[in-house]
């Protein structure tokens, strides 16, 4: 099966005029090659963690508080970057959302190796960062440890889909409402709750879940809108293993792609209350509590998925799918079959069951108090909690993508930065947008997001280079 980006290309213009799924489309083009090596996903998806500081002892009874932590850590940042809203080398986006939180979006992907290796490669590049602060701390004479806790204390982490425009975006969130709800007992980043007494959710983001619209949105795609939507997931959490990462994007993915076929087969799933099943099945690790559907059913959580995979499943038995979305089914099969037979044997695959079978055994001397301090700190970049889980990427593609963009356009915005900054021209980029500001016209509008090649990005880049070489 051929790797050609340029075939790809083809394909996906094909996808934006027929509606058809990736597979569907390549296999129309080129109906004689076999697709069960092909690694991508058609679809372009991205996550957006959000991290933050926690508040640094100096000593006695002087610290530093998470915001001025996290200001002290973005120095470097500033220093080169003249913002803490930065685009870096690998395409990714790095910015203070607010006084004391850090949200780190990895560059857009196509495939799930990119993305696993992306997120964590962010991590790195934030711990790099912590590291910096720490060196700079003692040798202000003051000492101190750096940390960074993922997702925060709502564990957020918005997940981000490119769909086709010509399916009906309303549609699209009303069958996904009840698969994002159960999905949980699969990908939650579990934790333990303050509500009157001390309480362990599968989901702690699920708590800070108010309205069923909170849980997926339609935003706009940073990308041609005559030709895409984006749906943004709010639901998402700060996962630590792979496992559990992989599992979200990739089943996620496919649901869409079925979702995208026929709007309304998620439809008989439809929940009466979506919040309070959404809290319902956190707060029951054993996952066998039922949440009611409209049409009167009861099903629990593994139920549902049940469901979403069977028929998700069946789409792509009759559509074709790809050798990396066939291993999604298997592994997504084998999770729902070792949550009802024994989740225990998950242990090093959930961060939600890890996190449960760590505090059960220390519950016994664990107070309230030091059981949040136990859960929050599983989360700490830099524990050994990431150790603890079975990986999926490899060291070497992690290192690689701090500095690598993957092939989408956000190979053009990390090449183009690369190339601005080594003559330190004036420049602005977005996920859009690459601009020179001291050149007029200097602004390329890149509206295809799968794009990693293009003509006029390549002309400006080898005149940076030029005149860096004079």
Not at 209 to 235: C, G, K, M, N, T
Not at 297 to 321: N, P, S
Not at 357 to 367: A, C, F, I
Request: aromatic fraction near 6%.
């Amino acid at each position: 099966m051929t790797r050609d980006r340029d075939f790809k290309s083809v394909v996906r213009n094909r996808m934006a005029k027929t509606g058809e799924s990736y597979a569907s489309a390549r296999a129309q083009l080129r109906p004689s090659e076999a697709v069960e090596d092909d690694q991508g996903l058609g679809r372009i998806v991205g996550l957006e963690t959000r991290y933050i500081p926690r508040a640094v002892l100096l000593g006695g009874q002087r610290k530093l508080e998470p915001p001025e932590v996290a200001r002290y850590m973005f120095r470097k940042v500033v220093q080169w970057g003249r913002s803490s809203n930065v685009y870096l080398q690998n395409g990714s986006r790095l910015y203070l959302s607010s006084h004391d939180v850090m949200e780190y979006a990895t560059p857009e992907c196509d495939s799930l190796e990119d993305l696993l290796a992306h997120s964590r490669a962010g991590e790195r590049i934030l711990q790099d960062l912590a590291n910096d602060a720490e060196a700079r701390l003692a040798a202000e004479g003051v000492g101190g440890n750096v940390t960074l806790r993922r997702g925060g204390p709502t564990m957020a982490c918005d997940e981000n889909y490119l769909v086709s425009s010509t399916v009906d975006a309303g549609q699209l969130m009303t069958g996904l409402i009840p698969f994002l709800v159960s999905r949980q007992v699969l990908v939650g980043a579990g934790g333990v709750v303050t509500n009157g007494h001390s309480l362990f959710c599968i989901s702690p983001r699920a708590e800070n879940i108010s309205h069923e619209d909170e849980i997926v949105r339609s935003a706009h795609p940073y990308a041609d809108a005559q030709r895409w939507i984006r749906l943004e997931f709010h639901i998402g959490e700060a996962n630590v293993g792979d496992y559990a990462t992989f599992l979200k994007v990739g089943t996620a993915h496919l649901v869409l792609r079925a979702l995208e076929h026929d709007s309304a087969v998620g439809t008989s799933l439809t929940l009466q209350a979506p919040v309070r099943a959404l809290r319902e099945i956190s707060r029951d690790p054993g996952c066998s509590r039922t949440v009611l559907l409209e049409d009167g059913r009861a099903m629990t959580a593994i139920d549902i998925q049940r469901q979403y995979l069977a028929f998700t499943k069946a789409f792509v038995e009759t559509q074709g799918g790809t050798d990396q979305e066939r291993r999604v089914l298997n592994m997504w099969a084998r999770t729902l079959d070792q949550l009802e037979q024994d989740p225990t044997k998950l242990v090093k695959d959930l961060d939600w069951v890890a996190k449960w079978q760590l505090l059960q055994e220390r519950g016994k001397v664990l107070s309230g108090v030091e059981a949040l301090e136990v859960d929050g700190s599983f989360s700490d970049l830099g524990s050994d909690s990431l150790a603890q889980l079975n990986t999926l990427v490899s060291e070497r593609a992690v290192e690689d993508a701090k500095r690598m963009p993957p092939p989408t356009r956000a190979r053009l915005r990390g090449e183009f930065i690369e190339a601005a900054r080594k003559p330190s021209r004036n420049y602005t980029v977005d996920w859009v947008h690459l601009k020179l500001n001291d050149r007029s016209p200097g602004t390329i509008v890149l509206s295809d997001p799968f794009e990693s090649k293009n003509d006029r990005v390549a002309k400006m880049i080898a005149s940076m280079r030029s005149a860096s070489s004079d």
